[in-house]
Nanobody, 120 residues
Framework: QVNLVESGGGLVQAGGSLRLSCAAS????????MGWFRQAPGKERELVAA???????YYADSVKGRFTISRDNAKNTVSLQIDSLKPEDTAVYYC??????????????WGQGTQVTVSS
């Protein structure tokens, strides 16, 4: 069992930056793939960034070049640095832990989410 708690969301002006953090507690954090998902109003939840247990990374095309995912296994944390924020980035962002980095159905554990709102 892995418990996940997101933090760092808030209201930010377009063009600004934000850093989201996910703190994990439980067993074997280092063996999990970690992902950041987001869900905007009226839209499906989508995977925007992921990092494997070996620190390979994946980014959705919509965020590539603006988002950076990282993990610190010693601290049981995963972070998402978001730069050049756009209004369309507005969503609830969720941290998740699972088995296969790019396959959403293999993410077993989920946080409760943190709201990111980008104003224009």
């Amino acid at each position: 069992q892995v418990n996940l708690v997101e933090s760092g969301g808030g209201l930010v002006q377009a063009g600004g930056s934000l850093r989201l953090s996910c703190a994990a507690s439980g067993r074997s954090f280092s063996v999990y793939a970690m992902g950041w998902f987001r869900q905007a109003p009226g839209k499906e939840r989508e995977l925007v960034a992921a990092i494997s247990s070996g620190s390979s990374t994946y980014y959705a095309d919509s965020v590539k070049g603006r988002f950076t995912i990282s993990r610190d296994n010693a601290k049981n944390t995963v972070s998402l640095q978001i730069d050049s924020l756009k209004p369309e980035d507005t969503a609830v962002y969720y941290c998740a832990a699972g088995a296969s980095m790019r396959i959403s159905t293999t993410y077993y554990y989920w946080g409760q989410g943190t709201q990111v709102t980008v104003s224009s």
